[in-house]
Each structure stands twice: as structure tokens, then as C-alpha cells.
């Protein structure tokens, strides 16, 4: 199994922090957003913690927070921060770790980097966050095609949400790349609903993971 694990996303907003929270559980991984820009009240590593029931996962705490809801460039600007990635102290951890990223993979981390080129400089696999909505086919594949022009290993694309037949096949039968794993809508977001799922899917995730 791939100790370090980035979870990217086609876009933001697109459900990286609840796949991340159903893969933990369903692996005993280790949980790591190193980038928080806003809400830190309830920061997506405040979520992920209250919804992991496994006493293997560990929730790590973030390499840099910052006040605005904003990207992570443009926060730091405000805070009077610099974002240096490559500097970053790593969680030590014996257990897989799951890196969330921030926004999609082509959304800045600092004035001159993105999230794809932090994935790149570290040389981390990722599983790539898709959703199905109007357009969501166009921002799988040319996030795929960030990936593959990068040399970042893709393990699987998760879906997150209400099933689309038609998009799925399109993108599997195009890239060539499988979708490992579906996370369906939740009406309630707690630790049993996360359990629920990711007993469902574990199986699934441990023949690519």
C-alpha cells in the first residue's frame, strides 16, 4: 500500500475532505491537509478528525493556517505569510498518509506554484476527486491531463455524489483510468454514515491502494 497519498480534485468545493474522511476509515490511514486558508473554526481537519472512528487513523495537524476564505496565494498575502512547500515538516507516521490538497489541481498554493506542482515536487500518487455535474467531464479530463503531462501516478478516480452512467463511461473509456470507488450523497455527515461507506468500499480501495 502507497504510504503517501494525495487526494486532488477536479475543482474546489468538490468533496475532498469527505472521501478523505471514508478512505481513512476504510484503510487506517493517517489524515494531512497541509494547507488551511479560512474557517479554521471548523477547519476541514476539525471535520475530518470528529468523523473518523478507527483508533489507527491520526489527524495531523496543518503546516500552515491562514484567516481568509480564500486561495491559499492570496490569503497568505493578507496574513503576511509566504508559502514555501518544499520546506514543509512532514507528519511522521507509520501508517499511510492522506495529503488533501487545496482546490483543484491547477488552483494556486503560492504566488508562483500550484497544487499540481506540489504534488509533482514530492512525487506522490494520487487519487483524483470527481463529481458529476454540467462541465464535470471537461474538468476530469483536463485534470487527468495535468496529471499524466506531470508524471503523476493517478491510482483511480473517486466520484463523489449522485451517479451519472453515460459521464462515468465516458471518462473511464477515454483516459483509460478506473473509477475505484463512489461516495453517494449522505444526509447525515457522522461517524456511522462515514463507517457505513467506507465498509462498502474498502474492498474496492485495496485493490488499488
Known amino acids: 500500500m502507497n504510504k503517501r497519498i494525495a487526494i486532488a480534485g ?17 484503510i487506517g490511514a493517517d489524515y ?11 477547519s476541514d481537519t476539525i471535520v475530518v478528525r470528529s468523523l473518523l472512528g478507527n483508533k489507527n487513523s491520526i489527524v ?5 493556517r491562514l484567516t481568509q476564505p480564500l486561495s491559499p496565494h492570496a490569503a497568505a498575502a493578507i496574513d503576511g505569510k509566504t508559502i514555501d512547500y518544499k520546506g514543509f515538516t512532514w507528519p511522521a507516521t507509520l ?3 492522506l495529503i488533501e490538497t487545496a482546490g483543484g489541481l491547477l488552483s494556486p498554493v503560492s504566488e508562483h506554484n500550484t497544487v499540481a506542482d506540489f504534488i509533482q515536487y514530492y512525487q506522490l500518487p494520487a487519487l ?27 491510482l483511480g478516480i473517486i466520484m463523489n ?19 475505484i470507488a463512489t461516495i453517494p450523497k449522505m444526509e447525515e455527515l457522522n461517524i456511522a454514515s462515514i463507517y457505513q461507506c467506507a465498509a462498502r468500499i474498502k474492498e474496492s480501495l485495496l485493490q488499488y491502494l
Open 95 to 97: 501508517n499511510t498518509l
Open 161 to 179: 455524489g449522485d451517479s451519472n452512467g453515460a459521464s462515468e463511461q465516458f471518462i473511464t473509456t477515454y483516459t483509460q483510468i478506473p473509477i
Open 32 to 42: 494531512w491537509k497541509p494547507l488551511q486558508a479560512g474557517n479554521l473554526e471548523q
Open 60 to 64: 495531523h495537524k496543518e503546516a500552515v
Open 128 to 154: 483524483l476527486v470527481s463529481k458529476n455535474y454540467l462541465g464535470s467531464i471537461n474538468h476530469t479530463l483536463l485534470s487527468i491531463e495535468v496529471m499524466k503531462a506531470r508524471n503523476i501516478p493517478i
Open 10 to 26: 477536479i475543482h474546489t468545493d468538490i468533496g475532498k475532505t469527505i472521501a478523505s474522511a471514508v478512505i481513512a476509515e476504510a
